[in-house]
């Protein structure tokens, strides 16, 4: 076994372990007191609500625009759960927004909670090996979405969060440790895209007010994601991606 593969594994294993050690943390409710509320055509929260239609035009761009075959079983599989993660997204957020609450949150975070979980397995996949890849999907694909269900019955976030922000810090330490292949996913575009996204969505009101009610932080949020996701991906136009042996 490869030094990565041990470092990557071992990682993983931390951000399981640790989650049962930390602090429990609530939902603020506050989070569901969105800037833009006004409603156009009947539709609740019409442009939190439709923004998140965004997140389908990357994967209009993968069926009509993708000339990549990919061989290898793992990355097949990781960017199709990631991919699939991204359809169940914009259907649970449009759900979410259409009554903002801690029930309705629960399929937003369902779908997010698998596309971690292809993320992880390409990257793992790309820069680490295939089998560690496809234990990594095999974990996460249980482990990811039980994190929800963990915050839905108990109100304990802890596990989602450790999955959201410690799935960062994964991807950082393993594109920091190990070599570029070419043609890969553009997970540093991914990552800095969905930086963004996150700090828009922590300035909600203020740019609601900067852009006189024109757009809200949420609402550029879902854009900013959805444009990550399409940077991320559009490699796939390429006719050759090479991943680890």
């Not at 109100?155 to 330490?173: H, K, M, R, S, W």
């Amino acid at each position: 076994m490869r030094r990565t593969e041990v470092l990557f594994g071992v990682f993983l294993l931390f951000l399981f372990l640790i989650s049962f050690f930390l602090p429990e943390l609530k939902q603020n409710q506050n989070y569901h007191n969105f800037a833009d509320t006004r409603a156009f055509f009947g539709i609740p929260n019409t442009m939190d609500t439709l923004s998140n239609v965004a997140f389908l035009l990357p994967l209009l761009f993968w069926i009509t625009k993708k000339t990549t075959e990919i061989q290898q079983l793992s990355l097949k599989i990781s960017t199709n759960i990631f991919l699939i993660g991204m359809l169940l997204t914009s259907f649970g957020s449009i759900y979410y927004h259409l009554n903002p609450n801690d029930e309705t949150l629960v399929y937003d975070r369902l779908g997010m909670s698998v596309a971690f979980t292809g993320v992880l397995g390409m990257l793992a996949a790309c820069r680490v090996s295939n089998p560690l890849s496809l234990l990594t999907i095999i974990f996460l694909i249980i482990f990811a979405p039980l994190s929800v269900i963990v915050w839905k019955i108990s109100g304990n976030l802890t596990y989602y969060a450790v999955l959201q922000f410690g799935g960062i810090l994964l991807i950082l330490f393993t594109l920091f440790f190990t070599k570029m292949n070419e043609n890969e996913p553009k997970f540093i575009a991914l990552l800095i895209f969905y930086g963004l996204a996150k700090l828009t969505e922590a300035f909600d009101i203020q740019i609601f007010n900067l852009t006189f009610g024109i757009i809200s932080g949420h609402t550029l949020k879902h854009l900013l994601v959805a444009y990550g996701v399409y940077e991320f991906i559009k490699v796939f136009k390429n006719k050759t991606l090479k991943t680890v042996d």
